[in-house]
């Protein structure tokens, strides 16, 4: 058999459970244990805690919660690891890392990757006049943090030189894995298609259990395994092919549909995702149940990567603060519509008297009556209800203002307010995204390992990649005979996420006779009409032919997204499940009985 390579993700995220590389330690034989910490606003917290304390800026969790107890076992079974975890500060987390393992007695040699802090340039990309790549905006007078996503190559070299653990700050969430493999099979920057395989078993597995049944569509498939989730595993070949699986007697599921939800999160166009090292083509990628809890995904194709990299820069915009209540009883929604307003117009009134301007924004959900459905939403008679109030100011002095005036609703407004969450509402930090691109000639990358720093040059190919054309629309339904309504479920299972202020969601055919339909119905003008409450931007619609399905972009869909955002999903987690409802045209005869969707005939 060809020589394979196992790796398993043991977190998607900071403050994931330690059960799951410990999981993927004892019981997922593999040979690479990865796990991805990072996010957009995970940074900036980082860096304010760097701010406070030099040796903090790190995912601690990493080395007191995962490595400490782990170390030993690590050791024994020749297990490397590679994270992200180094964060804003992944000096201070070798150190921390090498003091553990000193007092463990453990003898591991640790590399750290270096170059994706980018702040001592902030100024002088401010006076060349650097835009926000989304927005236009002009780049903000201070940043919290700068920092480019860095690729996969400079974690290879690092385990050529026998790095047991490599530590590196903000890099191409894929790259833990891709790193990898480049070292295992001896794949070089020219090698698109192998390049972006191996992106596409890192996108999949870098969300832990989220390619293992997490968060999927059909749960019901999975609820009976929800306390013991299994942790995934890529077995990977040295022609890019490679297997998800999980490891034996854990919960969870692998199947083309939970695996094709996970490949289709956070993507826009699929003929054309930028990475440091490769611009991957994944929309003729094939998925092939071969087992139980064993899927095989081909077909990933790559052209040459960008002469940039993507830098994230994140920056303070004022105060946020927020409250919630519960409301009870028959007019619950209209009463909690009421109890907003009073609050927001007698909070606006203290603050114009105490010289204050009006609030810059501010949100009013009503969880429980469908805020998040805008006009599809059919629950307005509930009588029970949480109201969230959530509001944004320059100034924190104001924000008190607000949250001194919270408590008096609950004599002086609707009965049975109650559930007043964690006391009165403090002025929390608004932390916003500006993203742009950094010619990669001018960035020195570079690892470290006992105690040499060596440079890793960027892969700049001679010519940028082609332009990906039109996108190849596919066949549209056409209606020859009498027409019913079904929801897009039905029809299809999907998945939703966040870039910055831009939501995706991935909608993909339960048969594929059934997407001609769903293409028919959901056009990007029907689905920006669908979402009137929520997208501020267009929407676009993208084919993904090898998963029989569409992905749609939704610009300013989130608020402004993470920690900017005021609303209660700000990355865009729910807006899958919501796009659920859709209504789709499909002929009458599929709802009736012994049709195809008859069982939905009657809902």
């Known amino acids: 058999m060809a020589r394979t390579v196992r790796i398993g993700c043991g977190a998607g995220f900071w403050g994931d459970s330690p059960e799951g590389p410990a999981q993927l330690v004892r019981q997922g034989g593999v040979d690479y244990l990865v796990m991805d910490y990072l996010a957009e606003i995970t940074m900036s917290i980082m860096a304010r805690m760097k701010a406070r304390r030099a040796d903090l800026g790190y995912a601690t969790d990493f080395v007191s919660m995962v490595m400490t107890p782990l170390a030993r076992e690590i050791a024994e079974k020749g297990v490397r690891v590679v994270t992200n975890a180094g964060g804003v500060n992944p000096l201070a987390c070798r150190a921390a890392l090498q003091a553990a393992f000193a007092e463990l007695g453990v003898s591991l040699k640790v590399a750290v990757v270096l170059g994706d802090d980018l702040s001592a340039g902030a100024d002088a990309w401010r006076a060349a006049g650097v835009m926000e790549m989304f927005s236009g905006e002009p780049m903000p007078a201070r940043l919290a943090s700068v920092n480019a996503y ?42 698109y298609d192998l390049l972006s395989a191996g992106s596409l078993a890192g996108h999949v597995v870098e969300c832990g259990a989220q390619a293992t049944g997490g968060i999927f569509t059909d749960w019901r498939l999975v609820a009976d395994g929800w306390d013991e989730m299994g942790f995934p595993v890529a077995e990977c070949a040295a022609d890019g092919s490679f297997v998800v699986t999980k490891p034996e007697a854990t919960g969870g599921l692998v199947s083309t549909a939970t695996v094709a939800e996970q490949i289709v999160y956070e993507v826009g166009d699929p003929r054309r995702y930028l990475l440091p090292d490769v611009t991957a083509d994944w929309s003729a990628v094939r998925l092939e149940k071969v087992g139980p809890d064993r899927v095989k995904v081909s077909g990933a194709r790559g052209l040459a990567p960008t002469d940039s990299y993507k830098v994230s820069a994140t920056f303070a915009d004022g105060y946020r603060s927020q409250v919630s209540m519960m409301i009870s009883g028959r007019d619950a929604k209209e009463r909690a519509e009421a109890t907003a307003s009073a609050i927001l117009k007698r909070a606006e009134r203290l603050m114009a008297r105490a010289g204050f301007e009006g609030f810059s924004d501010a949100t ?88 040499a720093a060596h440079d890793v040059a960027p892969h700049l190919p001679n010519r940028p990649p082609p332009d990906a054309g039109p996108d190849v629309v596919g066949e549209t339904a056409v209606a020859d005979g009498p027409l019913a309504v079904a929801p897009l479920l039905a029809l299809a ?64 869909g989130l608020g402004g997204g993470g920690v900017a955002s005021l609303r209660h999903d700000p990355q865009g987690k729910a807006l899958a499940q919501i796009f659920m409802d859709f209504p789709v045209e499909v002929p009458a005869a599929w709802i009736a009985p012994g049709g195809p969707l008859a069982d939905w005939g009657a809902r």
Do not use: C
Request: hydrophobic share 45%; aromatic share 10%; charged share 20%.
């Open 493 to 556: 299972h999907g998945r939703s996420g966040d870039k910055g202020d831009i939501a995706n969601i991935g909608v993909l055919a339960r048969d594929p006779g059934f997407l001609p339909w769903i293409r028919r119905s959901a056009t990007p003008d029907a689905v920006a009409r669908y979402f009137a409450h929520y997208v501020r931007g267009k929407v676009e619609r993208f084919e993904w032919p090898g998963l029989d399905g569409l992905n749609f972009l939704l610009h300013q």
């Open 150 to 191: 860095l690729g996969a190559f400079p974690i290879a070299r690092a385990l050529d030189d026998g790095a047991d653990v490599v530590i590196t700050g903000r890099v191409a969430d894929s790259a833990i894995v891709l790193g990898p493999l480049i070292h295992e099979f001896g794949w070089g920057p020219g090698d």
């Open 364 to 451: 009013v959900e009503v969880l429980g009556a469908e805020t998040g459905y805008g006009a599809q939403a059919r629950a307005a008679a509930t009588r029970e209800v949480v109201l969230k109030i959530a509001v944004r100011h320059p100034n924190k002095d104001a924000l008190a203002i607000f949250g001194r005036e919270i408590y008096p609703a609950a004599t002086a407004m609707a009965q049975s307010i109650t559930g007043f969450a964690g006391g009165r509402p403090e002025p929390t930090p608004v932390v916003r995204l500006f993203s742009f691109l950094a010619p990669k000639s001018g960035i020195r990358v570079s690892y470290e390992i006992d105690g």
